[in-house]
């Protein structure tokens, strides 16, 4: 269990879930606030942004590899410098969106890609960081936000056990002692098939860590199943509305959907339990509804049992049915009228 400006993050919780603002802002601040509004009433614990700018991501170049041009890509047909230009959060609006999410009792925080976005995040005392799967593999800039000693969320997208084993050591060694790493397909959208969440428990073997699901999937489903293989961290996208837009809005969360998000990630986790058997306190009252031996036609004292005048049925007040076969032919000793649960007193 860690803690992250206050809440507490661990399997004796409820799921901490994020929601991704990204560039579905639309370069408005308006709306990025209306994203904090809808976020909040949603019951989302945190609001995510990212700090950077087309500068400190790339060149402005639009030709070889700084041109997108793989056709199954959201983004084709754009260089690299033109979408970070679009889905960028200006720096000066970090301050009224923290602010709000603040009020309306989110915790705030961004992911940083380079050291003058940290320094930045810095000066509005952000209380925990997130770095992206594309960034997972730049330890210089890993332990610069690790050096914060502040809480840090690590996406794994794309990372091998032996880069995540490179990427974790440099955390901790340069003061991290507070580390989630969340199991991440780096595909927008992401296919349920390709998001192999059985990785999750395996993640907290090997890096003795808080682990979660950073989810680029279609709908709540899979981040709902993460939960019953031990995520206790939940980070989503999320837009007013997909149909206005924007470079991220194909696979971000509605908000009727993170609310349902939200609420049905609690339910998975409130469902975990324990490892139980017999009744719990709430199935005592159901245990008369078992099958039990019922006498189910009027019987005359020195009658034999048989199967005509005695079923096993519900209600369960009666012997337990596993009597059935060695009480047949058996003589009662008083009469025993129809509707009578069976008991050892009509032998004596």
Known sequence: MIKIAGRKVGAD?????????????????????????????????????QTYSPDTMTID?????????????????????????????????????????????????????????????????????KISSFENTDLPLIRRVAATGKPLIISTGMATVAELDETVRAAREAGCAKLVLLKCTSTYPATAQDTNI?????????????????DHTIGIGVSVASIALGATVIEKHFTLRRADGGVDSAFSMEPAEMEQLVVESQRAW???????????GAEQRSIQFRRSLY??????????????????????????????????????????????????????
């Open 13 to 49: 919780e409820t799921p901490f879930v994020i929601a991704e603002m990204s560039g579905n802002h639309n370069q408005s601040l308006e709306r990025a606030l209306e994203i904090v509004d809808a976020a909040a009433k949603t019951g989302a614990h945190a609001l995510k942004i």
């Open 61 to 129: 170049l639009d030709e070889r590899e700084f041109h997108i041009s793989d056709p199954k890509s959201l983004w084709a047909g754009t260089s690299l410098y033109k979408l970070y230009g679009e889905a960028y959060t200006p720096w000066e609006w970090h301050e009224p969106i923290f602010n709000r999410a603040r009020e309306l009792g989110m915790i705030p925080f961004s992911t940083p890609f380079d050291d003058t976005a940290v320094d930045f995040l810095e000066s509005m005392d952000v209380q925990c960081y």
């Open 198 to 214: 059985l990785t999750i428990p395996h993640l907290r073997e090997l890096f003795g860590c808080e682990v979660g699901l950073s």
């Open 270 to 280: 409130q469902a975990l339990g324990q490892v139980s058997y017999g009744p719990t």
């Open 295 to 348: 006498v189910v036609q009027d019987i005359k004292a020195g009658a034999l049992l048989t199967r005509e005048n005695v079923r096993a049925i519900r209600p369960g007040l009666g012997l337990p049915t596993k009597y059935l076969e060695s009480l047949l032919a058996m003589q009662v000793r008083q009469d025993v009228k129809r509707g009578t649960p069976l008991t050892w007193d009509v032998f004596r």
